[in-house]
């Protein structure tokens, strides 16, 4: 009887560390929890980022489709210094029709008086001669109301065409120059 005894309390050990080597089934049930839950946060992450990615995608191609580049014109604008004329805003005319009518804030003049540039307009047109017409209104020297106007007749080709308008400083003639720029 006394080895048969033993030989229980050897199996009954046996079992006792078996049972303390192997983790209980609600431990392996949250380790592969924590485990699936890792490789899903991975997952997630993955499809933020091919989501990303095809957004980018997505925005240049449209793009490409709106403003192909052998119809494309992009007006730009720009501002030097900016101690004789405070910008308030800049209407834009291509062939007399409007395209653009833009007010700004202190902020983003601000932001243009630091060498910002702003993309006034985008689109399509069509090849051959162009007016370019561009009003801008804003405080002039002495703080007096200032509304100047500037032209340009440009000759549209195949490829993009931009155009800057600048408005710069005179200071021989202490006034403020507006002027249309092709790039």
Partial sequence: MKVWVAKVFAVLAWAGLLVLAVPAPQALAQDAADSAQGSLADQIQDIKQQTLQLNRDLFILEEELLYPTNTQMAVYLSVDIGTFFALDAVKLSIDGTVVANYLYTERQVDALQRGGIHRLYLGNVKNGPHEV??????????????????SLVVEKTAGAKNLELQISDSEARQQPEFMVREW
């Fill in 133 to 150: 017409v561009a009003v801008f209104t804003g405080k002039g020297p002495q703080d007096r109301d200032y509304r100047r106007a500037t």
